[in-house]
């Protein structure tokens, strides 16, 4: 079976400045992701791996190097062009959620939806995420699983070609965090979406269909699972 490819990264270099010194994020970053693949990119703290996220999602920009969305230049877009990319291309999860405290759960989720220009039924996404009873809970009603699958719900919501997780189980108890990578292959699985979780955990890499190691701004190794 042949599958297109969603991403394209080519010797990507990012360096952040601190006064004097001058940080290598990015390290010249070469890989091609695939239609449907669940991507995990296993790293120690300050290895680079958000840095990575970011430039993937659009939401900061390269000082050298290549990334193709599905053909499309990414690192030649300008603002509006990264605009249309973000709100079409990508759905974003974070380590602490990021919902908006006075929106209930379903208030939060059809604010996605109704952004993108494809939303999905509100409704639909949250009893997909196994909150059809908590659709009216705010989010400090909610246990940090639940709000995290709340998340969830948003970023699919929006009907993205990738989803993006920033370290999604970093704040939740290993019960919590097992029916969150369950979710997301799920996911992955049901509408083909190809997903991508950053991660520092090693036992959380086990669901990915390839592992990609970083070190020091690096992809040091790939790793194929079954
Ligand atoms: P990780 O997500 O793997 O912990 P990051 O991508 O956040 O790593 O950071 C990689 C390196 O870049 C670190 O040395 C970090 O301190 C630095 N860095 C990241 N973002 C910034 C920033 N906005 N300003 C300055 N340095 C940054
Ligand atoms: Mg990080």
Request: net charge neutral; aromatic share 0%.
């Given at each position: 079976m042949t599958r297109n490819k969603v991403l394209s990264a080519r010797g990507l270099v990012k360096h952040f400045k601190m006064g004097e010194v001058s940080v290598k994020a990015l390290d010249g970053v070469d890989f091609d992701i695939y239609e449907g693949e669940f991507i995990v990119i296993l790293g120690p703290s300050g290895s680079g791996k958000s840095t990575l996220l970011n430039m993937i999602g659009g939401m900061d920009t390269l000082d050298a190097g290549a990334l193709l969305f599905r053909d499309k230049p990414v690192h030649e877009m300008d603002k509006k062009g990264l605009a249309l990319y973000r709100r079409d291309a990508v759905g974003f999860v974070f380590q602490f959620y990021?919902?908006?405290?006075?929106?209930n759960a379903f208030e939060n989720v059809a604010l996605a939806a109704q952004i993108s220009s494809r939303g999905l039924d509100v409704e639909k996404t949250l009893a997909e995420v196994g909150l059809s009873e908590r659709m009216d809970h705010f989010p400090s009603q909610l246990s940090g699983g639940q709000q995290q699958r709340v998340a969830m719900a948003r970023a699919i919501a929006k009907n993205p070609d990738i989803l993006l997780c920033d370290e999604p189980t970093g704040a939740l108890d290993s019960e919590s965090s097992e029916r969150v990578m369950q979710l997301l292959k799920t996911i992955n699985r049901t509408y083909d979406k190809t997903v991508i979780v950053i991660t520092h955990d090693t036992d959380i890499a086990t669901v990915a269909d390839r592992v990609f190691h970083i070190n020091d701004g690096r992809l040091t190794d790939i790793e194929c699972n079954g």
């Open positions: 990021n919902l908006i405290p006075s929106l």
